[in-house]
């Protein structure tokens, strides 16, 4: 009784794996202009530092140097050389480090569990 189900579903994972690279292939036709306004926004805000993942499957880490119409440069901070990427090759650009939002969230799990921690102890001794 089941077997039956898990053969439906091993069948229909055989049927379904070859499509996975085509649809992820796919890319949306206005993602240069996304990656392009993405860049542009990290270098108003003074962070360049950034991890770009390309449609090949490399990752780039480096500091943006100089956007133009078609692509940017990225500088790598040990090597200190220089890599044109074209906004069309580029996957995703993302920040390196924690963002602001986790940074915060953690501060407010510490703030949150500190003062569980000093509940938790004035009810225990409260009657002493």
């Known amino acids: 009784m089941k077997r039956i189900p898990t053969i439906l579903f091993l069948a229909l994972t055989i049927v379904l794996v070859p499509f996975g690279p085509a649809v992820r292939g796919q890319q949306r036709p206005d993602h240069a202009s996304e990656t392009k306004a993405e860049v542009e ?6 962070e360049e530092r950034v991890k770009v993942k390309l449609r090949n499957g490399s990752q780039v880490k480096g500091r943006i140097t100089q956007t133009s119409d078609t692509g940017f440069t990225l500088t790598d901070e040990k090597t200190g050389s220089r890599t044109d990427l074209a906004y069309a090759d580029v996957l995703d650009v993302e920040g390196r480090g924690m963002s602001k939002t986790k940074k915060i969230a953690i501060g407010v799990g ?6 569980a921690a000093i509940l938790a102890y004035g009810f225990t001794h409260l009657w002493d």
């Open 41 to 46: 926004r990290r270098l108003s805000k003074k």
């Open 110 to 115: 510490i703030g949150v569990g500190v003062f």
